[in-house]
């Protein structure tokens, strides 16, 4: 009873959640394999609960389910009826005069049906288009009441439900997942007082300083208007038009072009405000703030080529890992960390801290952490929760403030205004995924779709006709208080403008430059020569190519010889005696000078398998795989029942053909003679392999399988690269250990310069 197939990403007991308990259908992906009552399945049941936190795997509930359970729809059971509630007798055919005759006007089963269904799409976001989202909560590790009365971080241990949407910027709906891109990070705090939204991205920085410039931004990156491409990606020439002559966007550039721009999984990047905001306390008392979330698993990305053939092998691919981890009880996990600093000190930076294209160095102000949050329900609509969510800069509680930083300006009006489109009206805070779990009183009314149905006959402040209410909470610094704005003294003339260190472009960029390892720079270096090769007009190249001077002569004279270029001359500084830099290098800018110690929990393991594989060995690694808390997949030439070793079966979820080796972090390749034999004679066996190893990924072949890395020209056991193992299949318990490190390194660089 030893034969046994991988863990399928699955949750099997979420058709507990619809009242499906007795369901006769399973769900997709449950299905039975031919010999499945032979097979033991280490199902992801096992995953039900998250090992690190001891959360239980969520069946149905979270916090915002008491909003949301008015608005959910179980159809078990049921007949089938109209939007009238009227059941219907045949959904298959239209009313008509005789079978061969004409359809009649009159049939409004079929004209609601087709009218519905005409109306289905909503426009969509006109940046940050292709989402994924999920529910959770955030946890404060403790009173944080020093700095902020804000209800989530009132007292130690306190849970506040959330709902965070992650995105790509450019690219529509339907695009794919691995763009080069920036990635939203918007969380929503479902808090006691009211609903804060947490509006950031995966870049601390951003592209321009101003709103007024947004507008331009966002047309030169999407796709150019005449032919409507290209998709999903700033290497074209109106994007690198507008940044060569925007120096301000340079910082910005450096983070895009780095693989921070491709993330590895939505689970393993960072988090950013981007803005300076204000916590005020109880008292009044305002300081500066900026808001960090740090992953848990760490930060980690993709390889640009692994990226390209990513968008081809499955453009769904972090939306897909999200999910797949959230349903098999894998919770993604991030620390929240402030930067806390005073106006005082702000004013002594050699920046501005209401200039968006900087960050302030952790060296400088460090991180406080103040909290963790915890991602454990995917949504049960991709329409109603994730597409209808509407963030927006200016929900924000009592505790928490804006600064004066003009690009948030901005955005405070554009989120609201831009539901009035997309959702259809002004009453989009009624759609229950966005409706706070805090009650809500005011004398708004009607408009379209409106849900509430106000009692009474007032509907206006002051009245006595309703006893005064709803009335001002006031600003008393009492639990019942209201908002309000922290009363920051202004006195200046109405000008427009900017302040004098807002033109200083290039010092961050450089401190970011100089902040990476090497291997991280010539990725960077590598992502403007393919940019900019991709443009078309050699002025424009020539131009960026001077801006990158200003930032490190060695990078624009790399990128200049990927383009066959000269370099031209350095293009003038607005800013000719900037202030000297605090820090000049700053660790946290790197991913892979410390790449942490986040284990190997979620990593997805390929083994190669074919008839004759040899089981006792995989028995063995599936085994410690799993207990690490990776998810193996046993890849065939085909998927199905494979015979191995003893007599055994093993079942392969995944094919060579439908999950090519970028959809994995590690490989092994399986003993067995025959079986080796028959993976060294298919075609798809050597591309796996290579692009593995191109890609800096851990392999490990087991006894014969050396036959196929000697075929792929890979040397294992290598000095300088832990990430090739070789090892008798006897072996393969002992050595488990040595591949769950090498794995938990993420990538081995020195193949990849
Ligand atoms: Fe946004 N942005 N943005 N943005 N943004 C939108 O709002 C806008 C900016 C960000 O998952 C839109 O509901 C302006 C910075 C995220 O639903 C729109 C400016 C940062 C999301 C809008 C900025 C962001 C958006 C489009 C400059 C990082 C997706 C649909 C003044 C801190 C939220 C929508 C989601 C979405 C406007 C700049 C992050 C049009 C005018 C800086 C994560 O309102």
Redesign the pocket.
């Known amino acids: 009873a030893e034969d046994f197939v991988a863990a399928t990403p699955y949750n099997n007991t979420k058709a507990t959640e619809y009242g499906l308990e007795n369901a006769s259908t399973p769900p997709a992906g449950a299905t039975a394999t031919p010999d499945s009552a032979a097979l033991t399945a280490s199902s992801s049941t096992e995953h039900s609960g998250n090992a690190k936190t001891g959360d239980a795997a969520p069946l149905g509930s979270n916090a915002t389910t008491s909003s949301l359970e008015r608005a959910r729809v179980d159809d078990s059971d049921q007949p089938l009826t109209t939007n009238q509630g009227v059941r219907l007798s045949d959904n298959q055919n239209t009313l008509k005069v005789g079978l061969r005759g004409p359809s009649l006007l009159e049939d409004f089963i079929l004209r609601e049906k087709i009218t519905h269904f005409d109306h289905e799409r909503i426009p969509e976001?006109?940046?940050?288009a292709r989402?994924s989202a999920a529910h959770g909560y955030f946890e404060a590790y403790d009173e944080f009441t020093k700095y902020t009365c804000a209800a989530p971080f009132s007292e130690k241990g306190k849970v506040t439900p959330v709902f965070v949407?992650f995105?790509t910027v450019a690219g529509e709906r339907g695009s794919k997942d691995t763009a080069r891109d920036a990635r939203?990070?918007?969380v929503k705090f479902y808090t006691d007082e009211g609903n804060w939204d947490l509006?950031?991205?995966n870049i601390p920085v951003?592209f321009i300083q101003d709103?007024m410039k947004?507008p331009d931004l966002v047309h030169a990156v999407k796709p150019e208007p005449h032919h409507g491409m290209p998709q999903a990606a700033s290497a074209h020439d109106t994007f690198w038009d507008f940044v060569s002559l925007m120096p301000e966007s340079t910082h910005m550039l450096m983070w895009i072009m780095s693989d921070r721009g491709i993330p590895r999984s939505y689970r393993m990047m960072q988090g950013f405000?981007?803005?300076t905001f204000r916590l005020v306390n109880e008292q009044g008392e305002s300081v500066f703030c900026k808001f960090h979330w740090k992953p848990l698993l760490g930060t980690h990305s993709l390889v640009w080529d692994e990226a390209v053939k990513i968008s081809g092998a499955d453009p769904d691919f972090h939306r897909r890992d999200l999910w797949e981890a959230i349903e098999s009880g894998q919770f993604p996990e991030w620390e929240l960390g402030l930067q806390i600093f005073s106006e005082q000190q702000a004013d002594s930076f050699s920046f501005d801290v209401l200039d968006?294209t900087k960050l302030i160095p952790e060296e400088l102000v460090p991180l406080i952490p103040v909290g963790r949050m915890v991602l454990n329900r995917n949504p049960d609509n991709f329409f109603a929760e994730t597409e209808q969510?509407?963030?927006c800069t200016a929900h924000i509680i009592p505790g928490i403030d804006f600064s004066n930083d003009p690009?948030l300006a901005?955005?405070i009006h554009?989120?609201v205004d831009?539901?009035i489109t997309?959702l259809g009206g002004p009453n989009f805070h009624e759609i229950p995924i966005n409706s706070p779990l805090a009650s809500l009183h005011n004398n708004q009314r009607d408009g379209l779709h409106r849900q509430a149905i106000n009692r009474g006959r007032v509907a206006y402040e002051p009245n006595s006709l309703g006893g005064g209410c709803p009335f001002q909470a006031g600003a008393s610094n009492t639990a019942a208080r209201g908002f309000s704005s922290f009363p920051e003294t202004v006195s200046a003339d109405k000008v427009r403008g900017k302040p004098e260190k807002f033109a200083e472009h290039y010092a961050q960029a450089r401190l970011f430059f100089n902040s990476q390892t090497e291997v991280e720079q010539t990725h960077i270096i590598a992502a403007f020569r393919f940019e900019l090769s991709k443009v078309e007009v050699a002025a424009i190249r020539e131009r960026m190519l001077s801006s990158l001077l200003n930032v490190s002569e060695e990078l624009a004279a790399k990128v200049a010889a990927g383009l066959g270029m000269t370099l031209p001359k350095a293009m003038p500084k607005a800013f000719a005696d900037p202030p000297e830099p605090e820090v000049i290098v700053s660790l946290p800018l790197s991913l892979t000078a410390h790449p942490g110690d986040a284990g190997i929990s979620s990593r997805q393991i390929a083994v190669l398998i074919e008839d004759d594989a040899d089981h006792a060995s995989l028995v063995a690694l599936h085994s410690a795989l799993t207990k690490a808390d990776a998810v193996v997949h046993f890849v065939g030439p085909r998927v199905g029942v494979f015979s191995a070793t003893n007599g055994k079966k093993i079942a392969a979820n995944k094919s060579m053909e439908n999950s090519p080796s970028v959809l994995f972090d590690a490989l092994v390749l399986t003993d067995g003679r025959k079986a080796v034999q028959a993976l060294s004679d298919n075609p798809d066996t050597m591309a796996f392999i290579k692009d593995a190893f191109r890609h800096g990924k851990t392999i490990l072949a087991l006894g014969a399988a050396k036959q196929l890395l000697d075929m792929a020209g890979i040397k294992a056991n290598k000095d300088d690269d832990k990430g090739v193992l070789l090892t008798d299949c006897t072996n393969a318990a002992g050595i488990a250990p040595a591949f769950i490190n090498a794995i938990a390194a993420h990538r081995h660089l020195p193949r990849m310069g």
Do not use: I, K
């Open positions: 976001r006109v940046v940050h989402g949407r995105s939203g990070f918007a509006v950031g991205n951003f709103a947004f405000g981007v803005h968006a969510v509407a963030f690009l901005g955005r554009s989120y831009t539901q997309r």
